[in-house]
């Protein structure tokens, strides 16, 4: 085997595997990457040095294929993706036959439940969107009273992209989604938000912050796809720096665990009063379109990789935000993003309006 370190990819055929191992090409460090994923399709897609079919995370010999290709392969490294699979890797860590970096299990079933991260975020005094859980047709009845209308439906735990979630206009339709989405016990309701969101991406190493930077989301791709507006994939996202977000991101992480460890991404959404909102903490992974950080200068899964190991890492400007505000990564389906600034997207409108106001004349 060569001197290149040895990681094993899981999801590698998705997109947020994908810019993960796009941004390990890009550090100028050479390493062998050995790509899985439980779908024979998207496993072509992989960008991997070897790529290896895996079970379902759910399915009972997911583990033993997993760890006879690490042992195969000689991975040192395992970085997981999907949900289901940072759960099971997480419960099994000590079993793997490789490192993982990822924060203490509890953790991750904290944060992969929403009505849980919710339940800590309150009692903390953070402001969250009042959220119930909706077991019958009379807790959706109180949630519409209480919240009144709309009232916004999603899974306790998903897999991921909204998936299942609702903005339910009257109690009819609420009550339909969930007998659609055999939702009853399984979901929450919640007040309705802005649809204003917002991340706050960050890396610690034993309870230590690293890094962590801030992207505002300006819009959902294809939101005008999906029943409730949300994709979980981001058109365009913004590089910000505000020390407000910054303290309630470290306070609503701290909620959860007191000695963070590795990826903790956090998710806000604005209220009506336009104050945002802990929603949920992408727990162990990096949210979808983290190369857009890469390309900026800030190579985040090449310090998780150093921090991974114990190596030490590249200085830093700061810990807190040290892009630049205002770049732009522009994205979609079937062309590559593209990064600019806020600038550059607003040239254009003022041409036009230029262009207009000299054929009024």
Not at 91 to 102: E, K, Q, S, V
Not at 156 to 182: N, T
Not at 190 to 202: D, G, H, R, Y
Request: net charge neutral; glycine share 8%; proline share 6%.
């Amino acid at each position: 085997m060569s001197g290149r370190k040895r990681i094993l990819v899981t999801g590698a055929g998705g997109s947020p595997s994908t810019n993960f191992v796009r941004s390990l090409r890009e550090s100028g460090e050479p390493f062998h990457l050995i790509g899985v994923d439980c779908n024979k399709y998207y496993l072509q897609r992989a960008e991997t040095d070897e790529r290896h079919l895996v079970p379902n995370a759910n399915e009972p010999d997911y583990l033993d294929v997993l760890r006879s290709v690490i042992g195969e392969s000689g991975a040192e490294l395992v970085y997981s993706q999907p949900d289901p699979e940072i759960e099971m890797i997480s419960r099994h860590r000590d079993t793997l036959g490789a490192r993982t970096f990822l924060p203490a299990h509890r953790t991750i079933e904290v944060c992969q439940d929403k009505f849980e991260s919710f339940r800590r975020w309150k009692a903390a005094g953070l402001r969250v969107p009042e959220t119930m859980r909706i077991d019958t047709e009379a807790d959706l009845e109180r949630a519409f009273r209480e919240y009144g209308s709309p009232v916004w439906l999603r899974a306790i735990v998903s897999p991921g992209g909204g998936k299942g979630s609702f903005r339910a206009e009257s109690l009819h339709l609420a009550k339909a989604w969930m007998d659609f989405s055999e939702g009853w016990g399984n979901f929450t309701a919640a007040e309705c938000l802005a649809p204003e969101s917002i991340t706050w991406s960050a890396l610690w190493k034993d309870g230590e912050l690293v890094v962590a930077q801030g992207r505002v989301r300006l819009y959902w791709e294809l939101g005008n796809r999906a029943p409730s507006g949300v994709t979980g994939i981001t058109g365009t996202g913004v590089t910000v720096s505000d020390a407000a977000l910054d303290d309630l991101a470290l306070r609503a992480i701290r909620a959860i665990d007191e000695r963070p460890n590795g990826i903790f991404s956090v998710d806000l959404t604005y209220d009506r009063r336009g104050v945002p909102n802990p929603t949920e903490i992408n727990i162990g992974r990096f949210f979808t379109t983290h190369l857009f950080f890469t390309r900026a200068g800030l190579n985040l899964p090449h310090l998780f990789v150093k921090l991974a190991f114990d190596e030490p890492i590249p200085p830093l400007a700061r810990t807190t935000n040290p892009l630049a505000n205002d770049l732009a990564w522009v994205r979609g389906m079937d062309f590559l993003p593209v990064l600019t600034d806020v600038a550059a997207i607003e040239r254009p409108v003022a041409e036009l309006a230029a262009r207009r106001a000299r054929l009024a004349r």
